[in-house]
């Protein structure tokens, strides 16, 4: 089992910067896969991006692709999404995930396939 807790966001205008991080606890973290979704209000939680065990594997939306960047070090159990051209429709919750078994890219998309999460972070971004 392990414990997520995101920190980072905030509030930042049209074409900045954000690094989110997601700390996990246990001795394992380095055998989960982890990924980063994000729920705006009134939509439904989207995927953002996956990382697998070694970081040697990344998927990303289409929206983030090219903007956003995911990274692990598996020595401090963190997980961070550095965030870049930040644009107003980025406003969300972001959440971070764990997930036990790697998959397709199309599952990996699929929140249902993670077995654990953190409480979120906001993010705003102000045009």
């Known amino acids: 089992q392990v414990q997520l807790v995101e920190s980072g966001g905030g509030a930042v205008q049209a074409g900045g910067s954000l690094r989110l991080s997601c700390a996990g606890s246990g001795r394992t973290f380095s055998s989960y896969i982890m990924g980063w979704f994000r729920q705006a209000p009134g939509k439904e939680r989207e995927f953002v991006t996956v990382?697998?065990?070694?970081?040697?594997?990344?998927y990303y939306a289409d929206s983030v692709k090219g903007r956003f960047t995911i990274s692990r070090d598996n020595t401090k159990n963190t997980v961070s999404l550095h965030m870049n051209n930040l644009k107003p429709e980025d406003t969300a919750v972001y959440y971070c995930?764990?997930?036990?078994?790697?998959?397709?890219?199309?599952?990996?998309?699929?929140?249902?396939?993670?077995?654990?999460w953190g409480q979120g972070t906001q993010v705003t971004v102000s045009s």
């Open positions: 990382i697998s065990w070694t970081g040697g594997t990344t």
């Open positions: 995930a764990a997930a036990v078994r790697w998959n397709s890219a199309t599952k990996l998309m699929e929140g249902a396939e993670y077995d654990y």
